[in-house]
């Protein structure tokens, strides 16, 4: 009797295990080719979505290089080209003497020399300036650090234009705050307002650069700096032998940025220099009417659009090729700094 | 005899020491020109050779901005309304390329470098020049394909669809601005490309193995972890909007002053301006920090 029910139960369950099994199987099989029907369509997702990307970057990379690409192309361009419905991108009269006309009109050599040694000084010195200031409220805790931090934060949402106004008349009657007579000295035309201004950190954006180096500062290890201290060095040998090495990727960054938004400043320059001096802001406002010998009926001719575009390819030049040896640290900036955490 | 100064106060003193420059600079060079501001907002400037001289006019110099001036109160509005419709599309626009830039492929450094390239050709001067230079084209009628790629052929390709007019005007608006968008972003795009990297990898393959799809890591991971840097951005965006030294108030503030109506109307017109600046940013920060996630 057991046996007989045993061997039922046994054959009931070879068989209930065979379906099982084969259930098993056919659910396996199934699932197979649904990861093969979905890979297949992973693969045609994975294509589309290199398509629409390709199409982005390069409709976007379109929009950003066509003015770039205009200029350059206008620059080789005879006069006849321009009028010339059918040239458009490729000059059919290649020339260069539109950068020959405007090498000479923008006195390019002496130019070019005297706008670099303005925001050479510039940018060195906030650099300097604001390192400094970053480093006093970044590594030391003393009464009123926050607050001062606060103040570099406060300048960049002030309009420079509410500052530069009454600071060009101080300028303008400088009277050193009190210590020279009255009417006091006249400081515009001269690099001294910029040299004023970038040494104490208060030039163009120079908030910016304090938050971000303060950041920087704030992120280095505080073992470095108290191993420095317990082999005896004082607070300014650390700071120069010790900090600064580790904080060179932020000083670059700083730099670059300084030097081009320097380079490319219209308003501190106009304002303070007031539209003189031998800088290149002021050899491309004016070289097409030197081009055209000082004839004021035909700037606005082909030929004065022609020269502006070259002058202005010319004015760029230098920082393009900056750009193009030192894209990387650009690029990576921010994330060497650290800005975001 | 002379007491040697404790390490805590001798770094203190060092504080000040380094913190120095910044502190004479705010006073002589940022604060002082700023309170003067305010009192050449209230007064007419007289220049002479011996300096300048005040005569105090009240609240006349605002009455004249903002009843008299033709073009001022239309720029500061325009300005206004621009920076709203801008500042939420560039954050936009730079989070979606941050997103396409952060993902591998191809060329991914070369498309870096090409969209960060406007921060070096932003150049005031260049802009202006560019404007004016766009006045002679049309004059002449010669070299307009943009224009008539942008404007003409997608005008009249809307009309054929029988939309309605005003529509068909806010996409035009819209597609006028995207040149302009794309080439405010340089910065904006670099602060969320590093803000997507600082993204710990192990939450995203966590919520891969729970089984969470593409689409909801995006908006239950990515998008409240860069919550944060949004509102950065914003900020960034908006004072870069409003700063800029080619905006057109800022140019309007600088150009009373010189040979227009005077220091005194010049300053007023900047006092009204940094006023509405500080409000707009008061009211992003207020609104945004609602909504913002802080993961500590």
């Known amino acids: 009797m057991e046996t007989n029910t ?3 139960v ?18 396996i099989n199934r699932e197979k080719d649904r990861n093969r029907a979905s890979r297949f369509n992973k693969k045609i997702k994975g294509i589309s979505i290199s ?18 690409l205009e200029k350059l192309v206008t620059s080789f361009m005879t006069e006849a080209d321009i009028f010339d419905q059918t040239v458009r991108w490729i000059p059919r009269n290649f020339t260069l003497d539109n950068y020959r006309v405007t090498w000479k009109a923008m006195n390019y050599p002496v130019s070019f020399f005297n706008t670099l040694l303005l925001t050479l000084t510039v940018s060195i010195l906030q650099l300097i300036s604001c390192t400094a200031v970053a480093y006093g ?7 009123g650090n926050k607050f001062i931090f606060s103040l570099a ?68 290890p505080r073992d470095l700096e108290e191993a420095a201290y317990v082999d005896g060095a004082g607070v300014f040998k650390t700071f120069y032998r010790i900090m600064l090495p580790g904080a060179i990727p932020g000083l670059v960054v700083i730099f670059l940025f300084s030097f081009v938004w320097q380079w490319n400043d219209y308003f501190y320059n106009t304002i303070f220099l007031s539209g003189q001096g031998n800088f290149l802001l002021q050899a491309l406002q004016g070289a097409a009417l030197k081009a055209l010998d000082g004839d004021h009926n035909k700037l606005k001719s082909q030929y004065a659009s022609i020269i502006r575009h070259t002058g202005m390819i010319l004015y760029i030049a230098p920082l393009l090729v900056l750009y193009a040896f030192m894209q990387r640290y650009f690029i990576e900036s921010i994330q060497r700094t650290g800005i975001v955490g | 005899m002379k007491k040697r100064l404790s390490f805590k106060q001798r770094r203190i003193l060092a504080g000040y020491l380094f913190s120095l420059p910044f502190l004479l600079g705010f006073t002589l060079f940022f604060f002082y020109p700023f309170i003067q501001a305010f009192i050449f907002s209230f007064n007419e400037l007289v220049i002479s050779r011996e300096g300048f001289v005040l005569n105090f006019k009240g609240f006349d110099n605002y009455g004249y901005i903002l009843n008299v001036h033709p073009d001022f109160l239309r720029i500061f509005v325009e300005t206004i309304l621009d920076t709203i419709t801008n500042v939420p599309l560039v954050l936009a626009f730079s989070f979606f390329a941050a997103l396409v830039l952060n993902q591998r492929f191809k060329g991914r450094f070369l498309a870096r470098t090409i969209f960060f390239l406007p921060v070096i050709l932003s150049a005031g001067i260049i802009i202006q020049m ?3 230079d766009m006045v002679t084209q049309l004059l002449h009628g010669a070299r307009n394909a943009e224009l008539i790629f942008t404007g003409v052929g997608l005008r009249n390709l809307l009309m ?8 068909i005007e806010f996409i035009l608006g819209a597609v006028d601005r995207i040149p302009d968008i794309i080439r405010a972003s340089g910065i904006q795009i670099l602060i969320f490309l590093a803000g997507l990297q600082s993204i710990p990898p192990s939450i995203y393959e966590a919520a891969d193995v729970e089984g969470a799809t593409g689409w909801e890591s995006f908006w239950l991971i990515t998008f409240p972890m860069m919550s944060p840097i949004i ?15 080619t905006n057109e108030v800022v140019m309007l503030v600088r150009d009373e002053a010189i040979m227009g109506a005077g220091y005194g109307v010049s300053m007023a017109m900047a006092v009204l301006y940094f006023v509405m600046i500080l409000i707009i940013l008061g009211i992003t920060i207020k609104v945004s920090s609602r909504w913002v996630f802080y993961q500590e």
């Not at chain 1, 046994?10 to 659910?27: H, P």
């Not at chain 1, 390709?54 to 066509?66: D, H, K, P, R």
Request: aromatic fraction near 16%; proline fraction near 6%.
């Open chain 1, 137 to 143: 409220i970044g590594r030391f805790k003393f009464p």
């Open chain 1, 6 to 8: 045993d061997t039922g």
């Open chain 1, 153 to 220: 934060v406060f300048t960049l949402v002030v309009p420079p234009t509410m500052i530069t106004v009454p600071l060009s008349l101080n300028f303008k009657y400088f009277t050193f705050f009190g210590l020279l007579p009255e009417p006091g000295i006249s400081l515009l035309n001269s690099y001294w307002p910029f040299i004023l201004i970038s040494a104490t950190a208060v030039g163009l954006r120079n908030g910016l650069f304090i938050y971000v180096m303060r950041q920087f500062f704030k992120g280095m």
């Open chain 2, 231 to 245: 509102l950065t951005n914003a900020v960034y965006t908006i004072i870069d909007t409003f700063l800029t030294t």
């Open chain 1, 51 to 68: 398509i629409i990307r390709a199409l982005f970057l390069i409709g976007v990379s379109y929009i950003i290089l066509m003015p770039l």
């Open chain 2, 160 to 167: 054929n669809t029988k939309l309605p007019e005003g529509f």
């Open chain 2, 130 to 132: 560019d404007i004016d």
């Open chain 1, 10 to 27: 046994k054959v009931r369950f070879v068989r209930t295990a065979g379906l099982q099994a084969a259930d098993i199987l056919d659910q």
